[in-house]
């Protein structure tokens, strides 16, 4: 199975707002959805600095939109594209948005729990604007660069003593 390829804040907003009349729609899952009522509550930067099993620096952004689903379902029909841009607006009025960020979508209810997704496909059909959500997986940087950490058995070499019984000590010179 390939990785799916990540989406970065400049291409998903860009894709935005090449299509204000959409409903923006979230499909997770089983082909489940979002329900329509949802809000889009928050909207995070999270620089990430971290240092690998191999000792390697790494470094990247994330912009995070959490999406919330009421309790009282207040809508059977998603909010347009536009709602959603006038959000990132506010938003990006006080905070700049690094274009290059990893996007994820941060969503969960009473059915599935609480994650960070990745939109790996933004796709129109009829009047949706559908962004197709994706769980991640752990990985390790340092095979991913050709090294190891610690995942591939080391030989193990053990010591015997080779001496017919005389052994010596440091200070006795012989050694």
């Known amino acids: 199975m390939n990785k799916p390829e990540l ?13 204000p009349e959409q409903l923006l729609q979230f499909q997770y899952g089983d082909d ?27 470094t990247w952004t994330e912009v995070i939109l959490q999406l919330w689903e009421p309790e009282k379902k207040d809508s059977t029909r998603a909010m347009q594209v536009k709602k959603a841009l006038s959000i990132i607006n506010l938003v990006e009025q006080s905070m700049p948005l690094n274009p290059l960020a990893v996007v ?31 769980p991640g997986k752990s990985e390790c940087k340092a095979i991913g660069r050709g090294e190891s950490c610690g995942t ?8 015997f003593n080779l001496t017919d019984g005389n052994t010596c000590s440091p200070d006795s010179g012989c050694c």
């Open 7 to 19: 989406i970065n804040w400049k291409t998903f907003k860009s894709f935005l707002e090449q299509h």
């Open 152 to 159: 591939v058995p080391k030989l193990k070499i053990e010591m």
């Open 32 to 58: 489940k959805r979002i329900d329509a009522s949802y809000h889009l509550t928050e909207i995070k930067q999270a620089p990430i600095t971290s240092v690998d099993c191999g000792g390697v620096m790494n």
């Open 104 to 134: 994820k979508i941060e969503f969960g209810n009473e059915q599935y729990d609480m994650r960070q997704l990745f939109p790996t496909q933004l796709n129109l059909t009829g009047d949706d604007l559908i962004v197709d959500l994706n």
